[in-house]
């Protein structure tokens, strides 16, 4: 019977450990970028952070959220759900705290960096265009703002962006992965009304229009297959569910009237923003340009992908009777990502020149990237110098010093304010009267505002104390329905009844005011 031989290796172990290092190597150096662009994006977002939050934004999402965990329905008045969503599964191990609410907006943010970067790296021949793009992504100052600050939009712009530039990923992939995918889409499609309108950027980059043309059978072909087929049912129906848990998810998406009177002024807004500002847009734009020539020779499908977020995207918003820069956070990802190929546009369209202007056009977009991540440094320097002052007036700061005093209220207490949802938590015991709440369905018109005043007045005949806080929600008079906002709730209570100030806090608007009886 043959016996087995067994043979011992000549190589000692730290022979073995130096080949399995340089096995190693190439996977390490390829993540070494990425890796350490990731930690100057978090350095960004977490030095020198205080906390700062906003009425009623952060505190409703958050109350969303544990109302998610808790089980409790519907979610919110009025923001859609899928916000809470995103926060639910942080809520069950971690604090229901801002902090954590906090971090999970960082962490959105980091993901973003990642998938910028994944998303090009074999989208192009162009292996500096990822780098580009995930160090704009991870330094421009209006994505480093909005993670630090107590919105939602660097959540909402990682949903986006992401969904979109993971799409090449998805070919070949088990139905299942499409089922999951359905999954992820609902919840972003939830987060924000006018998020359903990315949705034409999926197929436009499934159907690789760039390759098949805008050929209306080929597209349909392309689009109606089994997988997608499964990917779009499921986020129906999850999104149903969603509008069900939500409760007033349809509410929601009308809560702000649509108008165009605004329409003009939004549109040249929003044509600067999703560029990102004054200062960095003829930069941005400059070098999106270029590499917009790039893409149409290397990847056409991206490059509309790219035109589609930066003209359709935002039309969505121009509806709106109000514009903000942060809504155009996943249109000012892609106008990165365009840019982030000027250079290698460049570097292609003077390959046959001599070296003089060849070098001459080159240092000179080299020169553009230089300028610009000058600006983004300077910017983002500060941003962070200047934010425990920023923090200092946030509406956190405010209810910080105004929840020990409604704290110590007596039980029987009315207060009225458009903005309870930073104090109700300090005091369960005394009732709270929100004028954004009470107006959400019926608008904010006289007749609200007169009932408000019969509620007051009833109060007080009932010898309770009643008080009226006064936040920035009516001091800057937004409004999320029909109406003239939330200060004439305040103005009527002044007109009728004789108040008095009861607290004032060191931030303009919020004040406690004592409500003592008919005038």
């Keep these: ?55 009623p934004d952060t505190y409703e999402q958050m109350t969303a959220a544990h109302r998610l965990v808790s089980g409790q329905f519907p979610l919110s008045t009025f923001y859609p759900p899928g916000v809470a969503v995103t926060l639910a599964p942080a809520f069950v191990f971690f604090p229901q705290t801002l902090a954590t609410q906090q971090a999970v907006v960082i962490a959105a943010s980091l993901v973003l960096v990642v998938a910028a970067y994944v998303g090009t790296r074999r989208a192009t021949p162009d292996a500096i265009a990822p780098v580009l793009l995930a160090l704009g992504v991870a330094t ?187 809504y155009m956070l996943p249109s000012l990802a892609f106008a990165l990502l365009l840019a982030a190929h000027g250079p290698a546009a460049v570097i292609e369209m003077t390959a046959r020149q001599s070296a003089i202007p060849r070098n001459t056009w080159r240092a000179l977009a080299a020169g553009f990237v230089l300028l610009l991540g000058v600006y983004f440094a300077a910017s983002d320097t500060l941003m962070i110098v200047n934010w425990p002052s920023n923090a200092a007036r946030s509406d956190e700061a405010a209810y910080r010093q105004l929840r020990p005093v409604i704290a110590s209220l007596p039980a029987d207490a009315l207060v009225v304010s458009g903005g309870t949802r930073g104090i109700r938590d300090s005091n369960r015991r005394i009732e709270y009267l929100d004028v954004i709440d009470y107006s959400l369905d019926t608008g904010n018109g006289p007749q609200q505002v007169d009932e408000i005043v019969q509620r007051i007045r009833h109060a007080l005949d009932q010898g309770r104390p009643v008080y009226y806080l006064y936040t920035s929600v009516e001091g800057i008079n937004i409004s999320f329905t029909a109406g003239a906002g939330y200060q004439p709730y305040f103005d009527a209570t002044e007109q009728h009844f004789r108040i008095t100030e009861a607290f004032a806090t060191d931030l303009k608007f919020f004040k406690l005011y004592r409500i003592e009886a008919e005038r």
């Excluded at 994006?41 to 009425?55: D, I, N, Y």
Aim: charged share 10%; with cysteine.
């Design 1 to 55: 019977m043959a016996k087995l031989a067994y043979t011992r290796s000549n190589a000692s172990a730290p022979t073995i450990g130096v080949a399995a290092a340089a096995r190693a190597w190439p996977a390490i150096r390829a993540a070494a970028i990425p890796a350490g662009i990731v930690l100057v994006a978090l350095f960004l977002r977490v030095f020198r952070l205080e906390l700062q939050a906003w009425t």
């Design 140 to 326: 421009a100052p209006h994505f480093v703002y909005f993670a630090r600050d107590g919105f939602f939009d660097a959540l909402n712009a990682a949903w986006i962006v992401s969904l979109i530039l993971i799409v090449p990923w998805l070919r070949g992939r088990s139905i299942a992965v499409f089922a999951a995918y359905g999954v992820l889409l609902a919840i972003a499609v939830s987060v924000r009304a006018t998020n359903p309108a990315f949705l034409p950027a999926l197929i436009i980059y499934w159907a690789d229009i760039g390759r098949i043309g805008f050929d209306p059978r080929k597209i349909w072909r392309s689009t109606f297959r089994r997988e997608l087929i499964v990917a779009g049912a499921t986020m129906v129906a999850v999104y149903i569910f969603f509008a069900w848990i939500g409760g007033s998810f349809s509410r929601a998406a009308t809560s702000s009237p649509a108008t165009l009177d605004h329409a003009a002024g939004n549109i040249a807004f929003y044509a600067v923003a999703e560029f990102g500002d004054v200062l960095g847009a003829p930069f941005i734009g400059v070098l999106a340009t270029l590499g917009g020539a790039y893409l149409w020779r290397h990847n056409r499908t991206l490059l509309y992908v790219c035109a589609y977020m930066l003209t359709i995207f935002p039309l969505a918003h121009v509806p709106l009777p109000f514009a903000n820069n942060r």
